[in-house]
Structures are given as C-alpha cells and as structure tokens.
C-alpha cells in the first residue's frame, strides 16, 4: 500500500477532476445541451477513469507482484487480479 500512500495527493487530484467533469455532464444532461457535447464528456470522464485506474494497476502490480513476494502471495494477487480484470472488462 506504500505505492498509494507514495501517489495519495496525485491520485486524490484526478478523483477531483473526474468528479468534476462527472457534474459537467449531470450539469449538460439537465440543461438538455447538444448531444454530441455530452458525449464528448462522457469519453473524456471514462478515459480519466481508466487513466486512474492504469495507474494505481500498475503500482499496485509493481508493490505486490515484485521479487520481493513470496510465492504463495504472488498466487495469490495473481488470482485477486485475473478476477478484478474480468470484472472491470465487461
């Protein structure tokens, strides 16, 4: 968890900044705005997402999947990411 706490305030950033743009398009869909605008946003809010999530993945592979690890731990965290992965994917 030293790779969250490492990045806490960045990650907390990007939490903001999709917060944000989730309320522009709440904000977009109440004033009936342009379609294509909407969607712009909703692309621009699920990219920022999936950015968020690239990153905290890769630290979170880098800290737990490491030499450091044990192998039954590996194992593991191997299981719990195949799992998350397909959940994520669909």
Request: with cysteine.
């Amino acid at each position: 968890m030293s790779h969250m706490i490492a990045n806490k305030e960045k990650l907390l950033l990007r939490i903001k900044k999709i917060k944000g743009q989730l309320n522009g398009i709440e904000k977009a869909l109440g004033q009936e705005k342009d379609c294509f605008k909407i969607l712009q946003q909703i692309s621009a809010s699920r990219g920022a997402i999936q950015s968020l999530m690239s990153e905290v993945l890769d630290g979170h592979i880098k800290e737990h999947l490491g030499s450091h690890v044990s192998d039954e731990q590996r194992e593991t965290e191997i299981a719990n990411l195949a799992l998350l992965l397909k959940t994520y994917l669909r």
